[in-house]
């Protein structure tokens, strides 16, 4: 399976504030998602990254919060916009790249909001 | 609509078996998913299942019932590292993946 790094692992930002998790692959995949998950909670998707077009978003999640870039196979922003405390979170980027829709994650970013 | 159940908790003792039990509702399906996560760690993959039966990998297990929406994930010879949250997940195409809460398994001596 690829190897998938985030960048940051962890920060703590201040309310009103952004901030930008880089997720890199080292082998080209088809497919990067981003999700969040929260304190106790499961995985909650907020967008499939397409590369070369507009992410798509799930219910509940918007561009202007969560912008996603995907400049090619192998890389995949996140942006989380004008944050607050509800924002706390991990966010994990996934990639897959078979036929069976099995994902693999990176390990995380742990996101506080003060 | 898609909707997924697992128990929210369960112990068990070490050298132990103990079944996860994952329930699913959705029109469209590829295939069954189970990952294992441990506390402040990502989701690793643990098994896949997308035809009718028992998949066995080392001391993992995967079963699968299409026709009832269910899927079990067996774990044998329970380890204290066993100790995590289990997460089921189905594919119900667009290569999207329904997770369902997760199932916290605690292993006890």
């Known amino acids: 399976s690829a190897v998938i790094s985030q960048k940051p692992s962890r920060d703590i930002c201040q309310r009103g504030t952004s901030l930008t998790i880089q997720c890199q692959v080292d082998?080209?995949?088809?497919?990067m998602f981003w999700y969040r998950q929260q304190p106790g909670q499961s995985l909650t998707l907020i967008a499939t990254a397409n590369q070369g077009s507009e992410a798509t978003y799930e219910s509940g999640f918007v561009i202007d919060k969560f912008p996603i870039s995907r400049p090619n196979l192998t890389f995949s922003t996140l942006t989380v916009s004008n944050m607050s405390p509800e924002d706390s979170s991990i966010y994990l980027c996934?990639?897959?790249?078979?036929?069976?829709?099995?994902?693999?994650f990176g390990p995380g970013t742990r996101l506080t909001v003060l | 609509g898609q909707n997924i159940d697992q128990p929210t908790e369960m112990t068990a003792t070490e050298g132990a078996i103990v079944q996860i039990n994952c329930t699913y509702q959705?029109?469209?399906?590829?295939?069954l998913f189970w990952y294992q996560q441990h506390a402040g760690e990502a989701p690793t993959f643990l098994s896949y299942n997308v035809l009718d039966g028992l998949e066995e990998k080392g001391r993992f297990s995967s079963f699968l019932s299409r026709s009832k929406g269910y899927s079990y994930l067996l774990l044998k010879e329970l380890q204290m590292k066993d100790s995590a949250s289990y997460l089921c997940a189905f594919s119900g195409g667009y290569n999207k993946l329904i997770f369902g809460a997760g199932t916290r398994l605690a292993v006890h001596p």
């Open positions: 959705t029109s469209g399906f590829n295939g």
């Open positions: 082998s080209q995949v088809t497919m």
């Open positions: 996934s990639v897959t790249g078979d036929s069976t829709d099995t994902q693999y």
